[in-house]
């Protein structure tokens, strides 16, 4: 079984930053390609960010030059650096990530709890 826990949302004005942590635990034993996601009320769920295991990237049209996904494999750990945050960005941030587990190399994809961002004055 493998857990994937967010942190780091919160409220936050135009303009500001926050830092999205997405950690995995359990039984691990590799972590693939990790996407952070997003709903906002009443919208679908939209892809924001990607990062491979080899650190390759992919990003929403309306976060590039804004968000950076990166990831640190030796603590199981996906981050999401937003900056220059707009309202629109506000939704609940969600970490996918596909995990091959540690007893049979099973490849599984799981979602994590979600965390609230919103951006407001």
């Known amino acids: 079984q493998v857990q994937l826990v967010e942190s780091g949302g919160g409220l936050v004005q135009p303009g500001e930053s926050l830092r999205l942590s997405c950690a995995a635990s359990g039984s691990i034993f590799r972590i693939n390609a990790v996407g952070w996601y997003r709903q906002a009320p009443g919208k679908q769920r939209e892809l924001v960010a990607s990062?491979?295991?080899?650190?390759?990237?992919n990003y929403a049209d309306s976060v590039k030059g804004r968000f950076t996904i990166s990831r640190d494999n030796s603590k199981n750990t996906v981050y999401l650096q937003m900056n220059s945050l707009k309202p629109e960005d506000t939704a609940v941030y969600y970490c996918?990530?596909?995990?091959?587990?540690?007893?049979?190399?099973?490849?599984?994809?799981?979602w994590g709890q979600g965390t609230q961002v919103t951006v407001s004055s």
């Open positions: 990062i491979t295991r080899g650190d390759s990237t």
């Open positions: 996918n990530a596909d995990v091959r587990n540690a007893a049979g190399y099973d490849l599984y994809n799981y």
